[in-house]
């Protein structure tokens, strides 16, 4: 299988394809423009980016191209079905504890500034936005800002596997952990991914063999950064405002959709192994998960625990 490098939506893309050499360059070059250009529209640090545009519009009407209406409509399934353990509108949140900049500009820095008077605040509910589905019109509550990494992440990395698959006979891609499949590489009867070990990432603590189709991970221990004494990561609990205190260290899902394994990863994550019970009754067999706890043991639905390749454990 040919391979392709690249960096974007401050992560590390893999981009891979099966199939006739000047074919899959070309499916290469249409799969990174499309990934690309869906940054600059979803991007949140981007003051020209489209998200950015919505944001500023709290308050008024905002006409949203087809694809950010897209991903809206997903968020807002996504915020009941998680029971609000998925939610785009902290913000905020993210901001007051030090994420208000990009992961890579963040990286070069030793700390950013901890104002112990910025305590949670209140702010709308993402259940206050307001959809018109005939007209792709957005209706922000004053207040709300939106933050869409996650799921525009699994959604851009699914239709830019589409684009590439007409290009190959089986391709993925891979955006920082959100993957998705498409077809089966030659001489095999599933995919391979390996599954790392959240606090050492070069160790493989096991490997999965899955179907076509998604496999998303989210960790508290990939996006860190200190502010003042704190040590912070990106996955802010909606209930408190703050970094999840969870008895995880990572989740990974397996699930039909890239945007909806990414956001059941983050739920499930945040939400821990109550939590996580009563998301996946609600949701019946529509995905599988595993979890890794702080003694590196594997937890996850039977499916998934099957899935393991059980020598590696």
Sequence with gaps: METFHFRAMNTDILLAAQGTPARIAEGFEKAQQFIQASEGRFSRFSEESELSGLNRSAGRPFQASPDLFSVIVLAQRFFHQTRGLFDPSILPDLRRVGYDRSMDLLRQQSAVPLFESLLAGEHPSFSEMELDETRDMILLPPGMALDLGGIAKGWIAEQAA????????????????????VGLPDGEEQWPVALEDPLQPEITLTTLKVDPGAVATSAVTKRVWKQGEKQRHHLIDPRT????????????VIAPHAYEAEVFAKALLIGGPQESEEIARKCGARFSYLAIDHDRKIWGTQKSLESCSVASL
């Design 162 to 181: 589409l684009i590439l698959s007409e290009f190959s006979s089986a391709c993925a891609v891979n955006a920082g952990g959100d993957m998705f499949l």
């Design 241 to 252: 405002g703050e970094p999840a205190v969870t008895d995880w260290l990572s989740v990974t």
